[in-house]
Protein backbone atom coordinates (compact mmCIF):
# COMPACT_ATOMS: atom_id res chain seq x y z
CA UNK A 1 0.00 0.00 0.00
CA UNK A 2 3.01 2.58 1.36
CA UNK A 3 4.72 1.57 -1.67
CA UNK A 4 2.09 2.21 -4.12
CA UNK A 5 1.78 5.41 -2.99
CA UNK A 6 5.21 6.05 -2.86
CA UNK A 7 5.80 5.33 -6.70
CA UNK A 8 2.82 7.67 -7.35
CA UNK A 9 3.64 10.36 -5.50
CA UNK A 10 7.24 10.16 -7.61
CA UNK A 11 4.93 9.70 -10.94
CA UNK A 12 3.56 13.17 -10.13
CA UNK A 13 7.26 14.53 -8.98
CA UNK A 14 8.34 13.46 -12.02
CA UNK A 15 6.02 14.89 -14.12
CA UNK A 16 7.22 18.24 -13.37
CA UNK A 17 11.10 17.56 -13.17
CA UNK A 18 10.94 15.98 -16.53
CA UNK A 19 14.34 17.23 -18.62
CA UNK A 20 11.23 16.85 -21.25
CA UNK A 21 8.61 18.38 -20.25
CA UNK A 22 10.54 21.67 -19.25
CA UNK A 23 7.25 23.64 -20.17
CA UNK A 24 6.43 23.24 -16.40
CA UNK A 25 9.69 24.01 -14.99
CA UNK A 26 9.44 27.55 -16.65
CA UNK A 27 6.04 28.37 -15.56
CA UNK A 28 6.53 27.68 -12.18
CA UNK A 29 10.43 29.72 -12.74
CA UNK A 30 7.92 32.54 -14.16
CA UNK A 31 5.75 32.52 -11.06
CA UNK A 32 8.93 32.83 -8.69
CA UNK A 33 11.54 35.20 -9.65
CA UNK A 34 9.09 38.66 -9.02
CA UNK A 35 9.29 37.34 -4.94
CA UNK A 36 12.16 37.23 -2.84
CA UNK A 37 12.33 34.38 0.14
CA UNK A 38 9.65 36.71 2.72
CA UNK A 39 7.44 36.48 -0.23
CA UNK A 40 7.69 32.52 0.18
CA UNK A 41 3.60 32.37 1.25
CA UNK A 42 2.56 34.50 -1.46
CA UNK A 43 4.73 32.50 -4.02
CA UNK A 44 3.28 29.16 -2.32
CA UNK A 45 -0.16 29.69 -2.98
CA UNK A 46 0.31 30.58 -6.60
CA UNK A 47 1.85 27.27 -6.81
CA UNK A 48 -1.09 25.57 -4.99
CA UNK A 49 -3.59 27.10 -6.96
CA UNK A 50 -1.50 25.91 -10.22
CA UNK A 51 -1.80 22.06 -8.90
CA UNK A 52 -5.97 22.73 -7.86
CA UNK A 53 -6.10 23.57 -11.45
CA UNK A 54 -3.95 20.92 -12.59
CA UNK A 55 -5.46 18.30 -11.10
CA UNK A 56 -9.07 19.72 -11.72
CA UNK A 57 -8.72 19.15 -15.44
CA UNK A 58 -6.83 15.74 -15.07
CA UNK A 59 -10.47 15.10 -12.99
CA UNK A 60 -12.17 16.37 -15.87
CA UNK A 61 -10.23 14.23 -18.61
CA UNK A 62 -9.97 11.30 -16.17
CA UNK A 63 -13.87 10.37 -15.65
CA UNK A 64 -14.58 11.49 -19.47
CA UNK A 65 -16.34 14.98 -18.10
CA UNK A 66 -13.99 17.12 -20.68
CA UNK A 67 -12.84 15.80 -24.22
CA UNK A 68 -9.72 18.19 -25.61
CA UNK A 69 -7.64 18.24 -28.64
CA UNK A 70 -4.44 17.76 -28.09
CA UNK A 71 -2.60 19.80 -30.52
CA UNK A 72 -4.63 23.11 -28.96
CA UNK A 73 -3.43 22.09 -25.87
CA UNK A 74 0.13 21.69 -26.76
CA UNK A 75 -0.10 25.09 -28.62
CA UNK A 76 -2.26 27.07 -24.96
CA UNK A 77 0.74 25.50 -22.75
CA UNK A 78 3.65 27.94 -24.35
CA UNK A 79 0.92 30.55 -24.67
CA UNK A 80 0.68 30.71 -21.00
CA UNK A 81 3.90 30.78 -20.27
CA UNK A 82 4.63 33.95 -22.37
CA UNK A 83 1.41 35.51 -21.24
CA UNK A 84 2.65 35.53 -17.81
CA UNK A 85 6.36 36.65 -18.36
CA UNK A 86 4.90 39.52 -20.44
CA UNK A 87 3.28 40.44 -17.60
CA UNK A 88 5.95 39.95 -15.14
CA UNK A 89 8.17 42.28 -17.91
CA UNK A 90 5.21 45.25 -17.19
CA UNK A 91 5.24 44.76 -13.38
CA UNK A 92 9.05 43.98 -12.99
CA UNK A 93 9.53 47.22 -11.40
CA UNK A 94 6.56 47.47 -9.04
CA UNK A 95 6.57 46.32 -5.68
CA UNK A 96 4.91 43.02 -4.74
CA UNK A 97 1.54 43.18 -3.11
CA UNK A 98 1.99 40.46 -0.57
CA UNK A 99 -1.65 40.58 0.91
CA UNK A 100 -4.17 40.41 -2.05
CA UNK A 101 -5.28 37.74 -3.89
CA UNK A 102 -6.18 39.01 -7.36
CA UNK A 103 -6.22 38.12 -10.78
CA UNK A 104 -2.57 36.40 -10.64
CA UNK A 105 -4.12 33.71 -8.45
CA UNK A 106 -7.60 33.01 -10.82
CA UNK A 107 -4.81 33.42 -14.17
CA UNK A 108 -2.79 30.85 -12.38
CA UNK A 109 -5.63 28.50 -11.62
CA UNK A 110 -6.69 29.02 -15.39
CA UNK A 111 -2.94 28.15 -16.30
CA UNK A 112 -3.05 25.10 -14.03
CA UNK A 113 -6.08 23.89 -15.41
CA UNK A 114 -4.33 24.10 -19.50
CA UNK A 115 -1.68 22.82 -18.38
CA UNK A 116 -3.29 19.23 -16.49
CA UNK A 117 -5.75 18.98 -19.85
CA UNK A 118 -1.79 18.69 -21.62
CA UNK A 119 -1.19 15.68 -19.36
CA UNK A 120 -4.24 14.04 -19.45
CA UNK A 121 -4.15 11.62 -21.96
CA UNK A 122 -0.68 9.94 -21.08
CA UNK A 123 -2.67 10.14 -16.91
CA UNK A 124 -5.43 8.40 -18.59
CA UNK A 125 -3.07 5.56 -19.80
CA UNK A 126 -1.64 5.74 -16.43
CA UNK A 127 -4.38 5.35 -14.27
CA UNK A 128 -5.72 2.06 -16.71
CA UNK A 129 -9.01 0.76 -15.56
CA UNK A 130 -7.72 1.70 -11.54
CA UNK A 131 -10.74 1.49 -9.54
CA UNK A 132 -9.24 4.57 -7.05
CA UNK A 133 -8.86 6.87 -9.83
CA UNK A 134 -9.08 9.42 -7.15
CA UNK A 135 -6.79 8.24 -4.59
CA UNK A 136 -4.45 8.04 -7.76
CA UNK A 137 -5.06 11.69 -8.62
CA UNK A 138 -4.75 12.88 -5.21
CA UNK A 139 -1.31 11.08 -4.49
CA UNK A 140 -0.08 12.03 -8.16
CA UNK A 141 -1.32 15.87 -6.99
CA UNK A 142 0.98 15.58 -3.88
CA UNK A 143 3.79 14.42 -5.94
CA UNK A 144 3.33 17.70 -8.18
CA UNK A 145 3.21 19.94 -5.57
CA UNK A 146 6.69 18.48 -3.70
CA UNK A 147 8.36 18.59 -6.68
CA UNK A 148 7.08 22.76 -7.85
CA UNK A 149 7.66 23.92 -3.79
CA UNK A 150 11.29 22.78 -4.47
CA UNK A 151 11.68 24.29 -7.88
CA UNK A 152 10.27 27.41 -6.64
CA UNK A 153 12.90 27.04 -3.68
CA UNK A 154 15.74 26.64 -6.25
CA UNK A 155 14.46 29.75 -7.95
CA UNK A 156 14.10 31.71 -4.84
CA UNK A 157 17.45 31.06 -3.64
CA UNK A 158 19.31 31.32 -6.97
CA UNK A 159 17.16 34.84 -7.26
CA UNK A 160 18.68 35.65 -3.47
CA UNK A 161 22.25 34.59 -4.62
CA UNK A 162 22.18 37.34 -7.06
CA UNK A 163 19.98 40.11 -5.17
CA UNK A 164 22.87 39.79 -1.95
CA UNK A 165 25.83 38.37 -3.78
CA UNK A 166 25.79 39.88 -7.24
CA UNK A 167 23.90 42.94 -6.16
CA UNK A 168 21.19 42.19 -8.73
CA UNK A 169 18.02 44.27 -8.33
CA UNK A 170 15.17 42.91 -7.68
CA UNK A 171 13.46 44.44 -10.83
CA UNK A 172 16.24 43.39 -13.49
CA UNK A 173 16.47 39.91 -11.99
CA UNK A 174 12.83 39.28 -12.95
CA UNK A 175 13.10 41.05 -15.84
CA UNK A 176 16.11 39.11 -17.51
CA UNK A 177 14.73 35.56 -16.19
CA UNK A 178 11.55 36.92 -18.17
CA UNK A 179 13.31 37.10 -20.94
CA UNK A 180 15.12 34.31 -20.72
CA UNK A 181 11.72 32.46 -20.97
CA UNK A 182 10.10 34.10 -23.60
CA UNK A 183 12.95 33.47 -25.77
CA UNK A 184 12.60 30.18 -24.84
CA UNK A 185 8.75 29.54 -25.24
CA UNK A 186 8.48 31.43 -28.77
CA UNK A 187 9.96 28.26 -30.73
CA UNK A 188 7.59 26.45 -28.87
CA UNK A 189 4.82 28.32 -30.49
CA UNK A 190 6.00 28.15 -33.78
CA UNK A 191 6.81 24.57 -33.42
CA UNK A 192 3.82 23.18 -31.90
CA UNK A 193 1.49 20.96 -34.48
CA UNK A 194 -1.58 23.67 -34.21
CA UNK A 195 0.50 26.29 -36.02
CA UNK A 196 2.78 23.99 -38.31
CA UNK A 197 -0.11 21.89 -39.94
CA UNK A 198 -2.06 24.88 -40.30
Known sequence: MLDNF??????????????????HVLFLMILAV??????WKRVLLLVTMFTLGHTLSLILASYGIVKVNSKLVEFLIPI?????????LFTASRKTQSNKVG??????LFFGLVHGLGFAREFKMFA?????????LIEFAL???????IIVFIVLFIGFLCQTVFRVSRRDWALV?????????????IGSDLLSHS
Open 143 to 149: GIEIAQI
Open 80 to 88: TILVAAIYN
Open 34 to 39: PYVFKG
Open 128 to 136: GQSENKLEL
Open 6 to 23: WFNVQYGMNHVLDINGYD
Open 177 to 189: CSSIVIGLVIPMI
Open 103 to 108: VLFFTT
